[in-house]
């Protein structure tokens, strides 16, 4: 094994990779939750849908989309395997263990539960919009005034979906999942990758818990809008 697999397989290493993974997930959230916030003006789908063909056209974000389907996938792997590792030392923890280990322990499976119910919600999100779009043609095509090409008219697909009860309920809960994951997430990440100080600390678990809260909560108005008012 060299170096670098040794890395990969440490449990700092892991530790790392779970972190720089995490912060590139959540920058995607801000930048994704920009861009839906696009659903709520009220011109028929125009700006969400030109927003939609730019960032499945332009080469740089098509690129940076590989990237992230890869750190999701990364990202997933990681958790589970620091899970299962997590979980043999605590089964071979006697009764003097300190409590720091045990809490910690805890936390992570707490992390694992609402990182598994956000991969089920992505898989259902994916299959709903995103392989719809790439891989189907069930979409209507529309031209706006001033364009030169047609556009898929993916709004009309995300109005339909956020008209069934059961879907705006499922984003709402996985949403909650997400706030979790988040809370714990957002500077337990900072903190792995050195932002550690105690000046700091309180600063990022601040931050962390308003990310974890407006983030979330961004996203899942957008489904509870559009069932009451689109
Ligand atoms: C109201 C909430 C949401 C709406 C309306 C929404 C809408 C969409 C739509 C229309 C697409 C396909 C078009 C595109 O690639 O931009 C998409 C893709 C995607 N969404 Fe969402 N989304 C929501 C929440 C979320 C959340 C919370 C996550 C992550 C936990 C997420 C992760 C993704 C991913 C990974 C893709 C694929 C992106 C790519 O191909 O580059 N979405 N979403």
């Known amino acids: 094994m060299n170096w670098f697999q040794s890395f990969l397989v440490s449990s700092i290493g892991q530790k790392i990779i779970m972190s720089l993974t995490g912060i590139f997930l959540m920058l995607f959230l801000v930048v994704h939750l920009v861009g839906n916030l696009q659903l709520l003006h009220d011109d028929g ?5 030109l927003y939609t063909y730019f960032m499945t056209h332009n080469p740089l974000i098509k690129t940076v989309s590989y990237l992230l389907y890869i750190t999701v996938l990364i990202h997933a792997i990681q958790g589970i395997l620091i899970t299962r590792k997590n ?10 263990v300190k409590k720091s280990t045990y809490t910690t322990t805890l936390a992570n499976r707490y992390m694992a539960f609402w990182g598994i119910l956000i991969f089920i919600f992505l898989v259902i999100h994916l299959k709903d ?56 997430g957002f500077w337990s990440a900072f903190q792995t990758i050195g932002a550690s100080h105690p000046k700091y600390l309180r600063l990022l678990k601040t931050t962390g818990k308003i990310f974890a809260f407006l983030i979330p909560l961004g996203f899942a108005l957008i489904p509870v809008l559009f069932y009451l008012f689109k």
């Open 45 to 49: 789908g125009q700006a969400f849908n």
């Open 129 to 184: 919009f995103w392989y719809v779009m790439k891989f189907t043609s069930d979409l209507e095509m529309v031209t706006y005034p001033g364009e030169t090409h047609e556009v898929k008219n993916l709004y009309q697909r995300v109005a339909v979906e956020f008209k069934e009860l059961w879907v705006v309920i499922l984003y709402v809960v996985c949403m909650v999942a997400l706030a979790f994951h988040l809370a714990h």
């Open 87 to 96: 979980q043999a030392s605590a089964g071979g923890m006697n009764r003097y």
